[in-house]
């Protein structure tokens, strides 16, 4: 079975633009989880999808948004973009009933400039 | 909301002794507690999970314990090997309804000496 899918691997954009990130999960998984990882902060929580429903929101600013397509497909949009963007996105998918359990795609490493 | 705390932050061990990790949460709706490893470059993967009606549980040489009252749960490397380097993150969030997505700790990064 494939894993999770994110595309592009790598991105760089200019302060000001906006990105779209896309992720496939893992063939009959319909929760779809976002999550930004730096440095800094570490793992953090961006939301959560469920037949293209969002089901959770973390504590981010309204620029990043995503939405969920009905074959479970995901993207996650950040406007705007500022330099401390740069992180490496991580999407990850769970299986029906174990909502809890993320399995993780490589991520998108996105560098503002 | 949950708040992870994770100890220590850098880990050296010699190869093929015992390594442990600690995290502490805050949140006593939390029931759902996994260990993620992310090797350099590569995605977090989830190398086992507790739940709160357990006390410990075992995979090989990687186990892991869970106190509830305390609100604290290890994670335990036994016979550490050079393919163990890597961050360890611990987790937690409530596997329930109203889940906010799993809250990580900070990570350990394990270095296993030869």
């Known amino acids: 079975k494939a894993g999770v899918t994110q595309t592009p691997r790598y991105l760089i954009k200019t302060r000001g633009q906006q990105v779209t990130l896309s992720c496939s999960p893992i063939?009959?998984?319909?929760?779809v989880s976002w999550y930004q990882q730096t440095p800094g902060q570490g793992l953090q929580f961006l939301f959560e999808?469920?037949?293209?429903?969002?089901?959770n929101k973390g504590n981010f600013p309204g620029r990043f948004s995503g939405r969920q397509f009905s074959n479970s497909r995901s993207e996650m949009n950040v406007s705007t973009l500022e330099l401390g963007d740069s992180a490496l996105y991580l999407c990850?998918?769970?299986?029906?009933?174990?909502?809890?359990?993320?399995?993780f795609g490589q991520g998108t490493r996105l560098t503002v400039v | 909301g949950e708040n992870v705390e994770q100890h220590p932050s850098t880990l050296s061990v010699q190869e093929g002794d015992s390594a442990v990790i600690k995290c502490t949460y805050s949140?006593?709706?939390?029931?759902?507690f996994p260990w993620y490893k992310q090797e350099l470059g590569k995605r977090p993967q989830l190398i086992i999970d507790?739940?709160?009606?357990?006390g410990e549980k075992k995979d090989q040489r990687i186990a892991v314990t869970l106190n509830k009252t305390a609100k604290h749960f290890s994670l335990h490397i036994t016979e550490t090997q050079p393919e163990d380097s890597a961050v360890y993150f611990c987790?937690?969030?409530?596997?329930?309804?109203?889940?906010?997505?799993?809250?990580f700790g900070k990570g350990t990064h394990l270095i296993i000496q030869p």
């Open positions: 990850a998918s769970s299986p029906a009933g174990r909502r809890a359990e993320a399995f």
């Open positions: 063939s009959g998984h319909r929760s």
């Open positions: 999808y469920f037949s293209e429903t969002q089901r």
């Open positions: 949140d006593s709706a939390s029931n759902y």
């Open positions: 507790i739940r709160s009606n357990v």
């Open positions: 987790a937690a969030t409530a596997s329930g309804g109203g889940a906010d997505g799993l809250t």
